[in-house]
């Protein structure tokens, strides 16, 4: 990077299966008005508008950020959507990164949102190739023949997935902007229906509304701040092909080459002990131990080991998801950044209640489409 | 202001704008493209840093319709990637955006879909304020129809001024062979053609129409040994403004207005006369004199600047790449690979990308043949 990018303001919603007292544009500028009052700004002060969402078929609206720029004070700027699946949110905060280091721009407001109550995501999510059967099972009937791979390939117990699954519920209980928040145990896993086998209803991500927004800024920016930033170390997103012969959808390439990418830049040559906390995208409770392994937390066919032993529990040596992540809450196309955001959260100190104690650095990481996308940076308390 | 890079194109490839490929995917007709792009630049896939597209699920009638293009762009080992729900013009100023930020020194953009499997008016109906808009059932023509009736009232424009510039502009496409529309009908005979929406006749407006572009960037040091006459990027600049059509004067557009100052100023160009050639993606004449007068130039007429010497978009629009080709026509101008559309000692160019109803969003890039710092 040309020069040093911070984060100087987060704000994001409550998230609900259904915020039906706002529309789209009110829930977005929900996120966006939290974010420019954390950073202490309005915005007149701000240069650029990043805006991010997964499919537009989500709500029905193609490309919504043009019926978006009064909510999100994009009015006479440079606005930029970015849509990279699942993985978007955090592709669009890292683009925010790209127009702050470019020197072009000194503070930069990136947002992404999902108001998935506007329409069906199971039908939005089940794309119809031309001259392949519609598999019509969204996201979950998608990547199950994945964790089927991996539970083969690595040996993994049945209860570890269920683990996953309750350690994110209890997070989830100290985060004030969580969707699920319930308890559940590895029992009330274990004894809810199987979806996609061996998916089960309740290791699967929900359904929600909501938005995310933050405020990048220059490091003179960043100093003038009323906030301790956030410091971006290193960031990448990359893409990998779909139909490549011996792709290993399990342990995607572009996830461990992103992974380096992004490692080098932060100076990270032993993630599991230089990383503090990880807030990784597991919208089905199995891809916590997959990409355990995929980022280089622990070595190829471990993951699972590490969330049998509690190591990613609070409290323990990596807490993973404090803040109960995707498989609480959910608005897709906000998932990714607020990933992003509650790194930057942890670094600064300010992620209350699910606080990780003394973090100074932290991963933010998001995949999409199928296992083909990733994006992440590493946020760190120190410039 | 930070210190600048000297980024150029130096690859641009298309295939021609047509009705409708029926036998063809979008990724398919994509693929000859990016192949006919990098051998241009006499390189191979590994040579490119980053990659980006523009293109619209919408266009494709269904979720994640990039991920299709993946494989065609050659991802694969992977490659740092982004994909931008715009026209493909915005990917491009992107990727110059990260080449200032020193994130590559090359880089792929790619456009494409098709409009033509849809309906286009009612598609982009619903890019329309879902719950304001959107329901009064217009489509870009209808909403076009206003600002071109706003445009009238406050101009005093004439359906024969449009008719003038449509028959301008087809003209100039018969000299394009990536035109869609390339048989020249002088103005009396555009004026006989039925109203498409009133006050836009159907000889003034683009039939729908499908593409597929690759153009490569690449930053100084790299892109003279990819291309043996690049188009520098001098200035860029790009705006959005509100949507809601009552909250603004439709017969201006604010936003290319102010990008177009913003990216002259880059340039260092006290004027848009200062130009040899604009491109500009302009749907329709109404559109088309809005822009000449976000760039200070006459609303009708020819000259110098020479205005479309591709036909513009009039000429062939196909949607999330009409931008991205006026950047790619602006490069075969200056490069020396504008054939019989060639303006005469072309150096200095100017592209426009609108996307949005009645220029909502504006992009422009000014282009030379020489470095623009030092």
């Not at chain 1, 509304?209 to 990359?238: C, F, H, I, N």
């Not at chain 1, 995929?294 to 529990?313: Q, S, T």
């Not at chain 2, 102010?258 to 340039?267: F, S």
């Not at chain 2, 006369?273 to 822009?291: G, Q, R």
Request: glycine content about 10%.
């Amino acid at each position: 990077m040309k020069r040093p990018v911070a984060v100087v303001g987060v704000g994001q919603t409550k998230h609900s299966a259904r915020r039906a007292e706002v529309n789209i544009a009110g829930l977005v500028r929900e996120a966006v008005d939290r974010a420019l009052l954390d950073a202490g700004l309005e915005h007149g002060d701000i240069d650029a508008v990043v805006i991010g969402k997964a499919p537009d078929m989500l709500e029905g609206v193609m490309q919504p950020e043009q019926f978006l720029i009064g909510a999100i004070g994009g009015h006479l700027k440079p606005v930029v959507r970015i849509h990279t699946a699942g993985s978007v949110g955090a592709t669009t905060a890292l683009a925010g990164v790209t127009h702050v280091a470019s020197g072009l721009f000194d503070r930069v407001l990136v947002i992404a949102f999902e108001k998935q109550s506007e329409g069906n995501a199971m039908w939005a999510l089940s794309p119809n190739m031309p001259f392949m059967p519609p598999l019509v099972a969204g996201a979950g009937g998608y990547f199950a023949p994945y964790v089927r791979a991996y539970i083969a390939r690595s040996g993994a117990p049945a209860h570890i997935g269920p683990m996953t699954a309750a350690n994110a519920r209890a997070n989830a209980g100290r985060n004030e902007y969580a969707h699920l928040t319930e308890p559940m145990t590895v029992e009330d896993v274990l004894e809810s229906p199987v979806l996609w086998d061996p998916i089960r209803y309740l290791e699967t991500c929900p359904s929600s509304d909501g938005a995310v927004a933050m405020v990048l800024a220059s490091a003179e920016q960043a100093k003038k701040g009323p906030r301790t930033p956030a410091w971006v170390k290193g960031g990448a997103s990359y893409a990998e092909a779909m139909w490549v012969p011996g792709r290993d959808q399990v342990n995607p390439l572009a996830g461990r080459t992103c992974a380096k990418h992004v490692y080098d830049q932060a100076g990270i040559t032993d993630p599991w002990n230089q990383i503090d906390t990880a807030e990784i995208y597991v919208p089905f409770a199995w891809f916590e131990a997959m990409w355990l392994e995929n980022l280089g937390f622990r070595p190829l066919g471990e993951g699972w080991k590490a969330v049998e032993r509690g190591d990613v529990k609070m409290g323990a040596h990596l807490p993973i998801n404090p803040s109960g992540g995707v498989l609480c809450t959910n608005p897709i196309g906000a998932s990714g950044m607020l990933r992003l955001a509650e790194a930057a959260l942890q670094v600064m100190g300010r992620a209350g209640a699910h606080q990780v104690e003394g973090a100074k650095t932290a991963l933010g990481h998001a995949y999409g489409g199928g296992a083909q996308y990733f994006a992440m940076w590493v946020v760190g308390s120190e410039l | 202001m930070t210190q600048l890079r000297n980024v150029a194109v130096v690859g641009f490839a298309q295939a021609p704008i047509v009705a409708h490929d029926p036998h063809r995917m979008a990724n398919e007709m994509l693929y000859p493209v990016v192949r006919e792009a990098l051998a241009q630049c006499g390189v191979e896939r590994d040579a490119i840093d980053y990659q980006t597209a523009g293109s619209a699920d919408y266009i494709d009638g269904r979720p994640f319709g990039f991920v299709a293009a993946l494989d065609v762009m050659g991802t694969w080992p992977p490659r740092q990637d982004s994909h931008l729900e715009m026209d493909a013009a915005f990917a491009a100023h992107y990727a110059w955006i990260r080449m200032q930020a020193g994130e590559c020194d090359t880089a792929m953009v790619v456009g494409y879909g098709k409009v033509s499997e849809g309906q286009p008016e009612r598609v982009l109906n619903l890019q329309l304020d879902p719950y304001y808009l959107a329901p009064l059932g217009l489509g870009p023509l209808s909403t076009a129809a206003l600002q071109a009736s706003a445009y009238m009232a406050r101009s005093g424009a004439t359906d024969a001024d449009f008719a003038a510039c449509a028959a301008r502009n087809r003209a100039a496409a018969a000299r394009n062979p990536h035109a869609q529309v390339r048989d020249p009908a002088p103005a009396a005979a555009l004026q006989q053609t039925p109203w498409a929406v009133e006050p836009l006749r159907q000889g003034y407006v683009a039939p729908v129409g499908e593409s597929a572009v690759c153009l490569i960037l690449a930053a100084e040091g790299r892109a003279e040994a990819m291309c043996r006459a690049p188009a520098w990027i001098h200035g860029v600049d790009q705006r959005a403004e509100l949507q809601s059509l009552g909250a603004r004067d439709l017969s201006r557009s604010a936003s290319a207005t102010l990008a177009a100052e913003k990216a002259l100023a880059m340039a260092g160009l006290g004027s848009a006369a200062d130009v040899d050639l604009v491109e500009l993606s302009a749907a329709t004449p109404a559109e088309e004199m809005i822009l000449r007068e976000s760039l200070r130039l006459p609303a009708q007429g020819d000259g110098r600047p020479a205005i479309n010497p591709s036909g513009g978009a009039i000429a062939g629009n196909p949607i999330m790449m009409t931008g991205l080709i006026r950047l790619g026509e602006a490069f075969r101008q200056l490069s020396g690979g504008a054939g019989e559309a060639a303006v005469p000692n072309a150096r200095r160019a100017i592209a426009h990308a609108a996307q949005g109803h009645c220029l909502q969003q504006n992009l422009w890039f000014v282009l030379g043949r020489e470095r623009r710092w030092s």
